[in-house]
């Protein structure tokens, strides 16, 4: 019986990996802005679909070109272009623009409708103190789950 359980100890059995779901590479810049933009929108991402979300930094790149090239599924941009669709605008410049991975990939299907919902509720009046904090010394992430949480929007 010994030599049974020593056996078994020996015998390696593989690990489960852990399953992880898609994800969307949001592009922005360094400022306090964009930031809180980004911990705001990835947080409704997430509570509202399950989807997780990456943030890239562009630092100088520009974010239309980052998105013609494919480099990342969404981006702030202090203009909307005609070839991305915009889905939050309300809070003011910046805008959220994507590209169409986001808006054609079956894993994404919930995605582009819960962020019209933010848009809808977003207004630059709300969202300007949320900025303001945030380049006050807040912690973006911090900020932006308290002030979805205030607003009853998770």
Same mark, same amino acid.
Request: hydrophobic fraction near 55%.
């Given at each position: 019986m010994l030599v049974l359980a020593v =056996? &078994?100890?020996? /015998?390696?059995?593989? /690990? +489960? $990996?852990?399953?992880f779901g898609?994800?969307?590479y949001i592009g922005l810049s360094d400022t306090a802005e964009q930031r809180v933009f980004y911990a705001l929108v990835a947080l409704y991402i997430k509570e509202k679909t399950g989807v997780e979300t990456v943030a890239v930094p562009l630092e100088d790149a520009d974010p239309l070109r980052a998105l013609q090239e494919k480099r /990342?599924?969404? =981006?702030? +941009?202090r203009e909307i272009s005609q070839d991305f669709t915009p889905l939050v605008t309300a809070a003011g +410049?910046?805008?959220?623009l994507s590209g169409r991975?986001? &808006? *054609?990939? &079956? $894993?994404?299907?919930? /995605?582009?409708?819960?962020? $019209?919902?933010?848009?809808?509720l977003l207004t630059p009046e709300l969202f300007a103190? &949320?900025? +303001? *904090?945030?380049?006050?010394?807040?912690?973006p992430a911090a900020a932006a789950r308290a002030f979805l949480m205030r607003q009853r929007w998770i």
């Open positions: =056996a &078994l100890l020996a /015998v390696r059995v593989p /690990v +489960a $990996q852990a399953c898609p994800k969307l /990342v599924d969404m =981006a702030f +941009a +410049a910046p805008y959220l991975r986001p &808006l *054609e990939e &079956l $894993q994404f299907t919930t /995605v582009a409708p819960a962020l $019209q919902r933010l848009d809808r103190p &949320l900025a +303001a *904090e945030v380049a006050a010394g807040a912690p």
